[in-house]
């Protein structure tokens, strides 16, 4: 998959360094993966909550930030949409960010 775009990822965890690491991995593990629907994600991260609209919502740092993202699974494209805390993520709609 490619993931648009990786500088989001990189603002983020140089403004909370405590995820950069699992930010990193979330990474290099999407861009390996061929996903073609939603349950290839729920094998591979068995936490993450599907949307409708091919949106998915992953947990990082146990559940401490929250990464919203829109995937086109014939393209192989994940957008991310939001990422931010766990606190941030309850004061907006997932579905419509």
Known sequence: MRVIAKRT???YWERNPDCEQQLLAWYREVSKA????PNQI???YTTASIL??????FNI???KYRLI????????WVFILFIGTHK???TI???TI
């Open 9 to 11: 990822l990189r603002e």
């Open 61 to 63: 740092c146990g559940n």
């Open 88 to 90: 941030e993520y309850d």
């Open 69 to 76: 993202v829109e995937i086109n699974y014939p393209r192989k």
């Open 52 to 57: 409708k609209n091919n949106r998915v919502v």
């Open 34 to 37: 061929e996903w073609k629907d």
């Open 93 to 95: 709609d997932a579905n």
């Open 42 to 44: 729920k094998e591979q």
